[in-house]
Nanobody, 125 residues
Framework: QVQVEESGGDFVQAGGSLRLTCTTS????????IGWFRQVTGKEREGVAS????????YYSRSVKGRFTVSRDNAKNTAYLEMNSLKPEDTAMYYC??????????????????WGQGTHVTVSS
């Protein structure tokens, strides 16, 4: 069965860094685009970063571009989100997802098929 699991969420001071990890199984990992999303209670889920199946193409939201880096290791069926210069407004539940994108928006949650349960990031000021 398909499994997607995020880890690495933590409590961190503003300006700090965290690395989130997305481990997967049950599907052909390198067929799928991997996206990272975040959600604050009461708000819509927001796409923050995405990486193509090859790892050659990456996409970022304006709010995180230049601070976050998305990557993947197809040999390990794992993806990563390196988050630097964290701000209090980055506080959210972070989700990893896999999708068979061909022409869709890589930061649109609706394009993704398999989701993890999330890992929480809290950034204090």
């Amino acid at each position: 069965q398909v499994q997607v699991e995020e880890s690495g969420g933590d409590f961190v001071q503003a300006g700090g860094s965290l690395r989130l990890t997305c481990t997967t199984s049950g599907f052909v990992f390198d067929d799928y685009q991997i996206g990272w999303f975040r959600q604050v209670t009461g708000k819509e889920r927001e796409g923050v970063a995405s990486v193509s199946w090859s790892g050659n193409n990456t996409y970022y939201s304006r709010s995180v571009k230049g601070r976050f880096t998305v990557s993947r290791d197809n040999a390990k069926n794992t993806a990563y989100l390196e988050m630097n210069s964290l701000k209090p407004e980055d506080t959210a539940m972070y989700y990893c997802a896999a999708g068979l994108l061909r022409f869709g928006d890589p930061l649109n949650p609706g394009e993704y098929n398999f989701w993890g349960q999330g890992t929480h990031v809290t950034v204090s000021s």
